[in-house]
């Protein structure tokens, strides 16, 4: 049981490029979400999803897609990366009706 | 809009001593509280939390208290050690909206 895993751990991007941060989850959670966490400001929502097939937007979603095909998988695309999208990026998962979130260990992005 | 504020942002107590953190939400429809310890190049760990309907919760050496009243949540740590040095998010929720707060940087002295 691997818990909440993300890839890759550490990424360079320069501006304008494109990536895909993975996010996957092997405790059958209906719950995955996306957060950015950056100094002074806490963690900030970025996109959730309910279910396989669903998809949100939280609370700074723009310049990121997400889609969830399976419930076990919950990417995060950076269509033309920006400056002020270095950050730290956390994949969370949660049981239905529980409330709960289990975070991943996180990605750090930084764009130059 | 909603937000959750949290203080202090830096706290520092020796060794063996109890350490208080406190959280005011602003959402009065939460009823999930959860805590989250992070360490230093690691993801956030749920360490405790409450739901509305109960007023405190202990394990161990943590406790959380939760005043709906006053929209006021506290984690209080006992006869801290060196491993408690860490970085403490509260965090308000209903149906997986979740505010955080910014964080508390706790540092235990040996």
């Known amino acids: 049981n691997a818990g909440v895993t993300q890839t890759p751990k550490f990424q360079v991007l320069k501006t304008g490029q494109s990536m895909t941060l993975q996010c996957a989850q092997d405790?059958?959670?209906?719950?995955m979400s996306w957060y950015r966490q950056d100094p002074g400001m806490g963690l900030r929502l970025i996109h959730y999803?309910?279910?396989?097939?669903?998809?949100d937007q939280g609370e700074v979603p723009n310049g990121y897609n997400v889609s969830r095909s399976t419930t076990e998988d919950f990417p995060l695309r950076l269509l033309s990366a920006a400056p002020s999208q270095t950050s730290v990026y956390f994949c969370?998962?949660?049981?239905?009706?529980?409330?709960?979130?289990?975070f991943g260990e996180g990605s750090w992005l930084t764009v130059v | 809009g909603e937000n959750v504020e949290q203080h202090p942002s830096t706290l520092s107590v020796q060794e063996g001593d109890s350490a208080v953190i406190k959280c005011t939400y602003s959402?009065?429809?939460?009823?999930?509280f959860p805590w989250y310890k992070q360490e230093l190049g690691k993801g956030p760990q749920l360490i405790i939390d409450?739901?509305?309907?109960?007023g405190e919760k202990k394990d161990q050496r943590i406790a959380v208290t939760l005043n709906k009243t006053a929209k006021h949540f506290s984690l209080h740590i006992t006869e801290t050690q060196p491993e408690d040095s860490a970085v403490y998010f509260c965090?308000?929720?209903?149906?997986?909206?979740?505010?955080f707060g910014t964080g508390t940087r706790l540092k235990v002295l040996a």
């Open positions: 405790m059958n959670h209906e719950y």
């Open positions: 999803s309910v279910g396989a097939g669903i998809t």
């Open positions: 965090a308000a929720s209903i149906n997986y909206k979740y505010i």
């Open positions: 969370a998962s949660g049981p239905r009706r529980e409330n709960t979130i289990y």
């Open positions: 409450i739901r509305s309907n109960v």
């Open positions: 959402d009065s429809a939460s009823n999930y």
